[in-house]
């Protein structure tokens, strides 16, 4: 092997060993503590944009539960007392876990309902329309899809 490609090789592989590190670090530093009991997190009164409302008088009440180190992506719970049709516009990406009641859905020009047990996942850059009868409770996991992933999307569609 050539002088400069062994010293080049080096340098790669301690930046390499270096970006691990400080990564290591960045994520230890903001990692919660392993849970030794319950922690109550009750939900919270959220208020939307009330042009997003569009019949009924929706309730709508959430808690942020978890948050990665880099804060791309948080977890929660969220829930609507309706009835109340209301449009929601989607500024990151977002997949949903129902565990209570149910949601008509009208996304992308197909219209579904979600019950305990269904997932779903709307993209950034989008809108739902949302008809909750009654009542709804979620699970929700949002994540910022990055610039090269909301351009590619633009593209193709």
Do not use: N
Not at 42 to 67: A, C, M, N, Q
Not at 77 to 100: A, K, M, N, S
């Amino acid at each position: 092997m050539k002088p400069w490609m062994t010293s080049t090789v080096a340098a790669a592989l301690l930046f390499g060993a270096a970006f691990l590190a400080l990564d290591t670090l960045r994520v230890a530093r903001h990692t919660p503590t392993a849970s030794v009991q319950g922690t109550a997190k009750p939900l919270r009164e959220y208020r939307i944009d009330p042009s997003w409302i569009r019949d009924g008088k929706p309730v709508f009440r959430t808690v942020e539960t978890g948050r990665s180190a880099d804060s791309r992506t948080a977890t929660g719970l969220w829930d609507c007392t309706g009835p109340g049709t209301f449009e929601w516009q989607f500024d990151i990406d977002e997949t949903v876990h129902i565990l209570e009641g149910e949601v008509h859905i009208d996304y992308r020009g197909s219209r579904f309902v979600l019950r305990p047990g269904d997932v779903a996942t709307f993209h950034a850059g989008t809108r739902a329309l949302w008809r909750v009868d009654r009542y709804v409770k979620k699970v929700w996991m949002v994540q910022d899809p990055g610039r090269l992933t909301r351009w590619w999307r633009a593209r193709v569609g």
